[in-house]
């Protein structure tokens, strides 16, 4: 009984920090989910994919692979670019996640952009355990874009109406990413650098291979002007 009172307590800690999660969560996992179905996917990809998989904008991305020639080095590569952010997250979280015992290696795989801004900044109450904490706020937020993603499964398949069109959702996402952190930022010289190398390589390999090289030049350069960037050397945009 004791247990489960720790664990509820830890639960009640956790939900209201996810509320605006939710929100997002569920209305782009429906997107996601009716995305996948007009592909021609039923809604058993979806679900899965959110829970396996469970990346985001890249299972958006994987949508498209799926229906591409079989190419595991491009796709690998294709994931590692979209995701590279994650190494660094994983990098800073190696303090916060010791000690939470079993519960380390769920937290390592559900850790996604929200959750690793809720756990990396919010101080856990004081009588809550910060692994359990950790834990449910990981939990809750993959719940809801599993939970998305199957409404949009579903309901896809009942429309009857034509999704022509419907895979810009996933540019407009990127957009809506793009524009959040320029509007955070005060800085906006890697958020140029970013656009200027993918205008580059667009130009130099075309609209079907340029992605990856894009991707690899504004890894190479933003690493190179990492430095200069954290110690505010390098001049504003």
Known sequence: MKNNNHLRAAFRAAFPHTIPIMAGFLFLGIAYGI?????????IFPILMSMLIFAGSMEFVAANLLLLAFNPVQALLLTLMVNARHLF???SMLDKFKGTGKKKNYLIFGMCDESFAINSSVKVPEGIDKGWFMFFVTLLNHSYWVTGSAIGGLFGSMITFSTEGLEFV???????????????QKRHLSALTGIGISAACLILFGGERFIIPAMLG???VLTLMRKPLEKGEVSTA
């Open 35 to 43: 995305f996948m179905n007009s592909l021609g996917f039923s809604a």
């Open 89 to 91: 997250y994983g990098i």
């Open 170 to 184: 996933m540019t407009a996402l990127f957009v809506v990413i793009f524009t959040e952190q320029w509007m955070s």
């Open 218 to 220: 504004i890894l190479g």
